[in-house]
């Protein structure tokens, strides 16, 4: 068979993909050095969490240990898996869109293969499936590409919610769209931006549109995602949507051969994906560790708040008969003290006990510090009451000392005055003491993620130092709600 001598594409030429747009990246970076003290105190937060619950999980305590140590065990293996991804520097990226948008086409277009089967027929992409894209942005990084099922699939409602579970444990989110946008698109998005994790709209299939309409449109989804989100309009910078051919459509070639003959045959062009590996790229090397790390410490947050929660269920008629003793030790203790600055102190002193010995019965670590800021928090947090509360106790005491006083000189009258006093200030003392237990429920049900390497702490200290134009910073409001 001869060679062929010449060949033309016979497409238009306005219908040939063309990117024009340059891609500026997040605007923003993370200094490598933040990026690696952001790494590394998440790790610090996560072995803290394991090896804590390791030592619950080998000395059972309560009579429904067995229960709780099941619960454990589950919630333990999540945050070890957190753990796990976060030293192997494994960034996962799931691929989300609606049928037939080219979903699969976009992750084999990235990694350069086609690794992934793809095709004309609705769902061919029945599971999610990883494809494992290896990086150097200076040291290497794995990319884990999460191809999921189309989550408009009819009969597939079950593997739209396993594609949810996916974006829970994703990194980053790649939502593919193929021209303007439909209303089952603008609302999966919505639900996919409630999990809180940096999204890219990729407009594929952009070869099958003439320039000024793929400008049209493009321009059209800008205008669609800006002026700020809200819980059901998503918001995307203009950076955040960037334009595809992953499997352009094939061109007729025009063949001219030595022997003079002349036929025409079809030619797949090569995929049209730089824009996106430009800013992945950018996005994992401006900000990528500091990005693994916020979301290795939200699913270990989840997980010990998960805990918290099922410990304290099963340890409610334990702990309600606890914050009861206490607030009749405190009653009692004050009631019989007539120095008024000693009631106030002792007092505190009991709820700071209290608070210690809840922790201690739902197998949370408290030290004494911390039930103090917590007795601080939860007073302050409770405005009038409690220090009205307190304010009153206060003048109780001082008239109960008085009374003591007066006893002194006229037994019966200075009896009957601090008796009164006395039982008012009690009463007081002991409602607020119970008032202070359950408050430390509450806050107790949220986990143990407080202290310097807490794992809320770690969180709000990294969201604090990003700087305004990243990634990290766009997502800090919806994040610190959350926590």
């Given at each position: 068979?001869?060679?062929?001598?010449?060949?033309?594409?016979?497409?238009p030429?306005?219908?040939?993909?063309?990117?024009?747009?340059?891609?500026?990246?997040?605007?923003?970076?993370i200094?490598l050095?933040?990026?690696?003290?952001?790494y590394?105190?998440?790790?610090?937060?996560?072995?803290?969490?394991?090896?804590?619950?390791?030592?619950?999980?080998?000395?059972?305590?309560?009579?429904?240990?067995?229960?709780?140590?099941?619960a454990l065990?589950?919630?333990?293996?999540?945050?070890?898996?957190?753990?796990?991804k976060?030293?192997?520097?494994?960034?996962?990226?799931?691929?989300?869109?609606?049928?037939?948008r080219?979903?699969?086409?976009?992750v084999n277009?990235?990694?350069?293969?086609?690794?992934?089967?793809?095709?004309?027929?609705?769902?061919?992409?029945?599971?999610?499936?990883?494809v494992?894209?290896?990086?150097?942005?200076?040291?290497?990084?794995?990319v884990?590409l999460?191809?999921?099922?189309?989550?408009?699939?009819?009969?597939?409602?079950?593997?739209a919610?396993?594609a949810?579970?996916?974006?829970?444990?994703?990194?980053?989110?790649?939502?593919?769209v193929?021209?303007?946008?439909?209303?089952?698109?603008?609302?999966?998005?919505?639900?996919?931006?409630?999990?809180?994790?940096?999204?890219?709209?990729?407009f594929?299939?952009?070869?099958?549109?003439?320039?000024?309409d793929?400008?049209?449109?493009?321009?059209?989804?800008?205008?669609?995602?800006?002026?700020?989100?809200?819980?059901?309009r998503?918001?995307?910078?203009?950076?955040?949507?960037?334009?595809?051919?992953?499997?352009?459509?094939?061109?007729?070639?025009?063949?001219?051969?030595?022997?003079?003959r002349?036929?025409?045959?079809?030619?797949?062009p090569p995929?049209?994906?730089?824009?996106?590996?430009?800013?992945?790229?950018?996005?994992?090397?401006q900000?990528?560790?500091?990005?693994?790390?916020?979301?290795?410490?939200?699913?270990?947050?989840?997980?010990?708040q998960?805990?918290?929660?099922?410990?304290?269920k099963?340890?409610?008629?334990?702990?309600?008969?606890?914050?009861?003793q206490?607030?009749?030790w405190?009653?009692?203790?004050?009631?019989?003290n007539?120095?008024?600055?000693?009631?106030?102190?002792?007092?505190?002193?009991?709820?700071?006990?209290m608070?210690?010995?809840?922790?201690?019965?739902?197998?949370?670590?408290m030290?004494?510090?911390?039930?103090?800021?917590?007795?601080?928090?939860i007073?302050?947090?409770?405005?009038?009451?409690?220090?009205?509360?307190?304010?009153?106790g206060l003048?109780?005491?001082?008239?109960?000392?008085?009374?003591a006083?007066?006893?002194?000189?006229?037994?019966?009258?200075?009896?009957?005055?601090y008796?009164?006093?006395?039982?008012?200030?009690?009463?007081?003392?002991?409602y607020?003491?119970?008032?202070?237990g359950?408050?430390?429920?509450?806050?107790?049900?949220?986990?143990?993620?407080?202290?310097?390497?807490?794992i809320?702490?770690?969180?709000?200290?990294?969201?604090?130092?990003v700087?305004?134009?990243?990634v990290?910073?766009?997502l800090?409001?919806e994040?610190?709600?959350?926590?």
């Amino acid at each position: 068979m001869a060679n062929p001598a010449s060949s033309e594409m016979n497409r238009p030429e306005a219908a040939r993909p063309d990117v024009t747009r340059a891609v500026g990246g997040t605007g923003g970076i993370i200094p490598l050095g933040m990026q690696d003290i952001h790494y590394q105190r998440a790790r610090t937060s996560l072995k803290q969490v394991v090896n804590r619950y390791r030592q619950l999980l080998r000395s059972p305590r309560q009579s429904n240990g067995i229960e709780l140590q099941a619960a454990l065990k589950t919630e333990l293996n999540q945050v070890s898996s957190a753990l796990d991804k976060l030293n192997a520097n494994l960034v996962r990226v799931a691929v989300f869109g609606l049928v037939s948008r080219g979903k699969s086409a976009v992750v084999n277009a990235l990694i350069g293969q086609k690794v992934l089967p793809t095709g004309p027929i609705n769902g061919v992409t029945q599971y999610p499936r990883s494809v494992y894209w290896s990086l150097d942005l200076g040291e290497p990084i794995t990319v884990e590409l999460i191809d999921t099922p189309g989550l408009d699939e009819v009969g597939g409602q079950s593997r739209a919610a396993m594609a949810l579970d996916v974006a829970h444990a994703a990194d980053l989110i790649l939502f593919v769209v193929a021209g303007d946008i439909t209303r089952t698109e603008y609302h999966a998005l919505s639900e996919l931006q409630a999990e809180h994790k940096p999204i890219l709209v990729v407009f594929n299939k952009m070869d099958l549109y003439p320039d000024r309409d793929r400008q049209a449109i493009y321009h059209k989804l800008q205008e669609l995602f800006a002026n700020g989100g809200t819980q059901t309009r998503p918001f995307f910078k203009p950076e955040d949507i960037v334009m595809v051919a992953a499997e352009p459509s094939p061109l007729q070639v025009r063949v001219e051969w030595e022997d003079g003959r002349i036929t025409h045959e079809w030619e797949s062009p090569p995929a049209q994906i730089d824009e996106l590996k430009r800013s992945l790229m950018a996005i994992l090397s401006q900000e990528g560790k500091s990005l693994l790390a916020l979301n290795a410490l939200r699913q270990a947050r989840e997980a010990e708040q998960s805990i918290a929660r099922k410990s304290i269920k099963l340890q409610q008629a334990e702990a309600e008969d606890l914050i009861w003793q206490f607030a009749k030790w405190k009653a009692a203790a004050i009631a019989l003290n007539p120095i008024p600055v000693l009631d106030l102190l002792g007092g505190f002193a009991t709820d700071v006990v209290m608070i210690r010995m809840l922790a201690k019965l739902y197998g949370l670590p408290m030290t004494r510090y911390e039930a103090t800021k917590l007795v601080n928090a939860i007073v302050w947090s409770s405005g009038s009451l409690l220090f009205g509360e307190l304010g009153s106790g206060l003048l109780l005491g001082v008239g109960k000392g008085a009374s003591a006083i007066a006893s002194a000189f006229d037994t019966v009258s200075g009896f009957m005055a601090y008796s009164s006093a006395a039982i008012a200030q009690a009463t007081l003392a002991g409602y607020g003491s119970y008032r202070v237990g359950k408050a430390a429920q509450v806050y107790l049900e949220q986990g143990c993620t407080w202290g310097p390497d807490g794992i809320n702490t770690t969180i709000q200290d990294i969201l604090a130092q990003v700087d305004e134009e990243t990634v990290l910073y766009r997502l800090r409001r919806e994040i610190s709600a959350k926590s």
